[in-house]
């Protein structure tokens, strides 16, 4: 067989298992809604399917509404928070596709959510003494972890970046860090932007002690490993106290007279 028969399998075997999306080239405009003006994507899934962002609403009606986008189904309309003018906005969507996330608007405010089909869109709570606006901006990849932003309505100054998760709801990032012994040393983290796939490295911006706007990013290990890192050091410390125990007493029957 000749070099140019040999050759001919695997060119055949390549085309074969070359990406579709690599063998088309497409545009494909998304649209507007009936009567809008306007749409804007913000974000992307991991195999490029699903798309989201915010769409004008139609004629006669004010506002902004997330939107979640696919080849079947078109722009498909997230409705908003209830209470407060209608907007939302989707910032984010999961790797899988299914989780989206972003902030609608209540009567206190811009309101951050997690978007699925099954329980449509739901807020993500407050931080309570730092403020009741929120955005999300970033998800991991099975939709389980958000983070984003706090703000007190019109104070910048008291912007905090937040983690949440279902087992634990809303929390201030630097409270989730100091409770893990890192020690942010008069760092003020205002902002999470960026979230790893696996939810335990998060990438964001804060004003570090010397006055200036930084960029930085954090790892969270997983629950079991802080619990096992804290089971750990609490052996420790019982093992240190048994020892210094033990070793007290040994000093003790030394220096005690001998009883003949």
């Known amino acids: 067989m000749s070099r140019s028969t040999l050759g001919l399998p695997i060119a055949l075997a390549l085309l074969i298992s070359t990406p579709a999306s690599l063998l088309a080239a497409s545009f494909t405009p998304l649209g507007v809604l009936p009567g809008g003006q306007f749409t804007t994507a913000h974000g992307l899934s991991a195999d490029g399917s699903t798309v989201v962002g915010n769409a004008s609403l139609g004629a006669g009606e004010v506002g902004n509404e997330a939107f979640r986008w696919d080849a079947v189904r078109g722009l498909q309309r997230?409705?908003?928070?209830?209470?407060?003018?209608?907007?939302?906005?989707?910032?984010?969507?999961?790797?899988?596709?299914h989780f989206v996330v972003g902030h609608g608007r209540t009567e206190r405010g811009p309101q951050a959510f997690r978007w699925d089909a099954?329980?449509?869109?739901?807020?993500?709570?407050?931080?309570?003494?730092?403020?009741?606006?929120?955005?999300?901006?970033?998800?991991?990849?099975?939709?389980?972890?958000?983070?984003?932003?706090?703000?007190?309505?019109g104070d910048d100054d008291s912007r905090e970046a937040f983690i949440w998760s279902e087992r634990s709801g809303m929390q201030a990032l630097d409270?989730?860090?100091?409770?893990?012994?890192?020690?942010?040393?008069?760092?003020?983290?205002?902002?999470?932007?960026?979230?790893?796939?696996?939810?335990?490295?998060?990438?964001?911006?804060?004003?570090?002690?010397?006055?200036?706007?930084?960029?930085?990013?954090?790892?969270?290990?997983?629950?079991?490993?802080?619990?096992?890192?804290?089971?750990?050091?609490?052996?420790?410390?019982?093992?240190?106290?048994?020892?210094?125990?033990?070793?007290?007493r040994r000093r003790q029957a030394d220096s005690s007279p001998v009883v003949t």
């Open 118 to 153: 099954v329980h449509g869109m739901r807020a993500l709570g407050e931080l309570p003494g730092v403020g009741s606006r929120s955005v999300a901006q970033a998800v991991s990849a099975d939709g389980s972890t958000v983070v984003g932003y706090v703000i007190d309505d």
């Open 175 to 248: 409270v989730v860090l100091a409770s893990l012994g890192i020690d942010l040393n008069g760092w003020r983290l205002t902002d999470a932007v960026g979230i790893s796939d696996d939810g335990r490295t998060i990438a964001g911006s804060g004003r570090s002690p010397g006055g200036r706007t930084e960029a930085w990013i954090a790892v969270v290990p997983e629950p079991g490993t802080a619990i096992l890192l804290g089971l750990s050091l609490m052996g420790l410390a019982i093992h240190g106290r048994s020892a210094s125990s033990v070793t007290a």
């Open 78 to 97: 997230l409705g908003d928070l209830p209470g407060g003018p209608f907007h939302s906005n989707a910032q984010a969507i999961s790797a899988d596709g």
